[in-house]
């Protein structure tokens, strides 16, 4: 036999042995003797009710055995108290709950301070983002920037202007360099 058999036949095994004994652990239901049950019975006090006849004599001995051998008392039932109202308002106020059509009046919260306008950084920056850098390109020492914007393709060069009030001051080796006369620069550079 391979090596796969055997250990096939040892699984099985274990398996087996794994099932018997879960089988054999596994707690069973005991059954009252009939001289217990007898016992139960004698025990339970008489009531002076009418007698049930039948299937209503039999459910009820069955169960006022059940309880006797179980030893089961009746749960007793404390009373509710109730130590806080939880339907009273939180700030304390009463008197809103007192009457029956005021309600009160809660202000509603101001609204948002709108948020501040875009600097002229910000909305240089967005525009630039816009543009897509196709190459650059070295020619007879100097160096031109193929940009695109949607289907518009330009050729930008040193002192060009790309975006309103930043000039190209720059050009190197894959970096592109705009500043504006306030001296903001945005700068481009990657491969």
Do not use: H
Request: net charge positive; hydrophobic share 40%; no cysteine.
């Amino acid at each position: 036999m391979n090596r796969q058999t055997l250990f096939l036949i040892g699984l099985l095994g274990i398996l087996v042995l794994s099932v018997v004994y879960a089988w054999q652990s596994m707690p069973r239901q005991q059954i009252a003797t009939a001289r217990s049950a007898a016992k139960a019975a004698k025990a339970v006090p008489t009531e002076a009710s009418p007698e049930p006849t039948g299937r209503q004599a039999q459910s009820t001995t069955r169960n006022s055995n059940v309880s006797q051998t179980l030893n089961l008392e009746a749960p007793v039932q404390k009373p509710v108290v109730i130590k806080r109202d939880l339907f009273r308002p939180l700030d304390g106020g009463e008197q809103a709950m007192r009457g029956k059509g005021s309600k009160a009046v809660v202000p509603a919260p101001p609204p948002p301070p709108p948020p501040p306008p875009p600097t002229k950084s910000e909305i240089a920056r967005r525009e630039f983002g816009q543009y897509k850098i196709m190459g650059f390109l070295k020619r007879d020492g100097k160096q031109v920037v193929f940009v695109s914007k949607g289907e518009k393709i330009m050729l930008i060069r040193e002192g060009d202007s790309l975006i309103a009030g930043y000039a190209v001051t720059s050009i190197g080796d894959y970096r592109l360099v705009m500043r504006a006369a306030d001296g903001d620069e945005i700068m481009y550079g990657g491969r």
